[in-house]
Every structure is written in C-alpha cells, then in structure tokens.
C-alpha cells in the first residue's frame, strides 16, 4: 500500500497539475493521500513538521532571489530595457530566430552563475518582446526559457556553476570540468536538439495561421507605453552584466575573503561562509543591478513604486509554488516505501555502475520533482559504494561525475517540477498549453543526450 500509495499520489499530482490545478494546494493533499496509504504514519504530524518544515526552509534560503529577481525583471520590463535587448537580439540574429536567441540570452545568463529562477523573471520581458515581434506563439515561450536555463547550461557543459555540477564532485573527487569531451557534446545535442524542434514547432504554427496569439497581461508584463523612447543597448545592457560580473566578484572574490567566525554562533545559524557565498553574492548583485536599472531609465517609468510593487507581488506565487514541491518531496522520500523504491532503482543494471546510476539519479529526480535532490538522494545512499565499483572497473571518475549530472536533468522536469510551475506562472501559460513543448527540450532530449554519452563512454572511455 506504501509503494502504490506513492505511485498514486505522484500520478495525481502530475495529471491535476496539468488539467490546471494549483500546486499550492495539491502538493500537501497529495502528499498527505501516501502518508495516509503508507499507514501507521501521524498525518498531521508529518505534514507540520515535515511538509511544511521543508516548505519554509526552502523560503527561507531562497526567498531573496525569487524577490529580487522578480523586481529586477520588472524594473527592465517598464524602464524599457527589456525591449532595447530584444529589438538589438533581432536585429542580430533576424527577426525569424527569435527562439534561438531567448535560448542564448538564457545560456549566457546561467552559465554565468545567475539563478534558473532569477533569469526567468529577467528573461522573460526580453523574450516576450522578441515573441510578439517575430509573431512566434507565445505558448513555445515557456519551452525556449527552459531550455536555455535548465538543459544544456544546468548539468552539461563543463565549468557550469550550477549546484547540480557541484554536488558530485566529493564521491567522485572531480571538479566542475569533469568529462569536458563528452559534456560538451551532450549539451550541443541539447542545444541544437531542442532549438531545431521548437523552430519546427513555430513554423508548423505559423504555418496553421498561428501567431503570437491574444494573452492577458501578466505581473512580468511591461507597462511602458509603445511609442516610448527606449535607452541605447549600451545602457539596457549594463544591469545584465553588473548582475553576471558582480556575482562571480562577490561570490569567488570577495565574499570567501570576509572574515565571518560569527557565522558558527547558534543566532547566526551555526552555518560557514562558504555555504551561503552563493546567496549572498546574488542578492548584492540583484540590488545593484536593480538601482543601475531604476536609476539609468528613471524618466522612462510611469511609477516606479507601482513597478516595485508589481515585481515584489509577482514573486510570492513563484516562490510558494515551487517551495510546495519541495515539501513533497521531502515528505515521499520521508516514507518507509521510499527506501524500497530507493534500494530497487539503485540496483539496477548491478554489471555496470554508470547506467545504474543514471537510472537512479533519473527516477529519485522524478519521483522528488528535483535535479539535486534526486542526485542527493542517490547519492548520499550509495555515492560511495559507486565510485569503488567504478574503479574497480576502471571507469573514468570524471564519467561518472558528468553523467550524474546529467541524469538530473532528465525526469526531475515532469509536470509537478518547482521549476516548470514557477515558469509558468511567470509567464502566464497553463501546463495544457506549453508543457508538451517544455517535456521534449527538457526530458526527452537530455535523457537521449544522456544515454548517447552512457554509450560514448563506455565504448571509449
């Protein structure tokens, strides 16, 4: 009952989170209905101490960036900056390439080390612009923003700062370029994969009398007039870059150079500097990058209180959807059946340690709704045992390394994905109408990339 309790719940959440419900309220209900099939197991208890507990660490780690993020994306949309990227964006790669661009602006950004999150709030004025002007449907707007913000740049190419490259590198004592070879074809595959199928997507609409499409206005939406004078590339330009340049700065330069013993006293969290450098290099360049914007279009804003006020509003919905998940999946992996699917997946393919983890990695991804909380999972139960199977089989660590991470990025965006609900809600689209588009760029091509470098690696090393 545990096992089909689990099953069930991640069934319903996936199909009701699709037919359009919101993850607010299904995430508890859901997570509740396999507590209360695991049986035995205190569901209130479970859902205030587990659930919910889970839920506000996440808020409370993550809130700044979801906030700034949010304000920052609205400031570049109502000063006008958005629409001076954009407009510059087409005239660079043509008016019929807008696809390809909205995912390069979002490569660069996240391989710069900005937040998914974060560039989603940024990017989407910019690629909403670019959308309308090219008349590519909205409803491909979603994928195009996934797959430049968690493909390619989130778990393949070597170097990425993204968490999900970080957290393999003590099991397998590798580094961040691990696998460079093999991680840069699989992001190519990615790239140009999921690029080619959503451009055959916009000409198949197109070629049906689709265009942009009638939508309402979202929180992200601009409210700058259509005639407005916009400001030169050069000034749109420079809060993108003091947000890229002021992170890497504070968060590899100065922040690891602070003197913080302060941290380890019980008010402070009894945590270490080098666990929240992350953070605290993102909000400080947020908030530079805020008043560079505010403060270069400050004529260009109708009320630049009302624009704050919007931004500050369109984050809270983001947040808590995403951070509902987070409780889910932290109360399904909390249950005894867990551990039996857990065991089951990890002993898969017991011959060859690189598939078997890919096979686990993949599934707890799914299962838990989380690129690193699926890895995490995985690894922290058997991390060890196969990194002593790999070398016993003399299997390159730096394999190993890259494809965990790359198995993160496969299943972990099924339709209950914080991710993929909070890019919805952001953009102001439904799972009906854009999660078809998101599960190829996002889960079908990675997975294939995935096993392609499986087989590649295996065949050559």
């Not at 778990?155 to 397998?172: D, E, H, K, L, S």
């Not at 109360?331 to 065991?343: K, T």
Request: proline share 5%; net charge neutral.
């Amino acid at each position: 009952m545990g096992l089909a309790g689990i099953v069930l719940s991640l069934c319903l959440l996936m199909y009701l989170a699709y037919r359009g419900i919101n993850v607010l309220i299904l995430a508890p209900l859901l997570a509740m209905l396999a507590v209360l099939m695991s049986g035995g197991l205190p569901v209130l208890a479970t859902y205030t101490q587990v659930f919910m507990r889970s839920l506000g660490g996440y808020v409370i780690t993550y809130f700044p960036l979801f906030l700034l993020g949010a304000i920052f994306g609205k400031v570049m949309a109502d000063g006008g900056a958005a629409r001076t990227i954009a407009e510059r964006i087409v005239d660079w790669t043509g008016p019929t390439r807008a696809i390809l661009a909205v995912v390069l602006a979002c490569g660069v950004l996240t391989y710069g080390g900005v937040s998914l999150f974060v560039v989603a709030f940024a990017i989407y004025p910019i690629a909403n612009a670019l959308f309308r002007r090219a008349d590519v449907p909205k409803r491909l707007l979603p994928a195009a923003i996934a797959l430049g913000s968690f493909t390619f740049t989130m778990t393949a190419f070597p170097g990425t700062p993204a968490i999900q490259n970080a957290i393999p590198m003590p099991f397998f004592g590798t580094n961040v370029f691990a696998a460079p070879i093999l991680g840069t074809f699989a992001g190519l595959v990615m790239l140009f994969g999921g690029t080619a199928f959503l451009n055959l997507r916009a000409r198949s609409a197109q070629a049906g009398g689709e265009g942009y499409g009638t939508h309402g206005a979202t929180s992200a939406d601009s409210s700058l007039p259509e005639d407005a004078a916009l400001p030169s590339f050069a000034l749109a330009i420079a809060p993108v870059v003091a947000v890229i340049v002021l992170n890497a700065v504070f968060t590899y330069l100065v922040i690891p150079n602070m003197e913080a013993a302060y941290l380890a006293e019980p008010q402070y969290g009894e945590t270490t500097l080098s666990r929240v450098a992350g953070i605290w290099g993102i909000i400080v360049a947020l908030t530079v990058a805020i008043l560079m914007a505010v403060a270069i279009n400050w004529t260009r804003f109708t009320d630049v209180k009302e624009t704050v006020n919007a931004g500050t509003m369109g984050s809270l919905l983001p947040i808590f959807n995403t951070a509902s998940e987070v409780g889910y999946g932290a109360v399904i992996a909390s249950l005894p059946a867990f551990a039996v699917i857990r065991d089951a997946v990890l002993a898969l393919f017991p011959g060859n340690p690189v598939a078997s983890l890919a096979v686990a990695v993949n599934v707890l991804a799914g299962i838990t709704g989380s690129a690193s909380g699926g890895m995490s999972i995985a690894l922290g139960a058997l991390g060890e045992q196969f990194a002593e199977m790999g070398q016993a089989q003399d299997i390159s660590m730096g394999l190993m390394h890259r494809v965990t991470a790359l198995s993160s990025g496969g299943f972990d965006a099924l339709p209950h994905n914080g991710a993929v609900i909070t890019l919805l809600a952001i953009t102001g689209l439904t799972h009906k109408k854009s999660y078809g588009d998101i599960f190829v760029v996002a889960v079908a091509i990675p997975v294939a990339a995935t096993v392609a470098v499986i087989l590649l690696g295996t065949l050559f090393g």
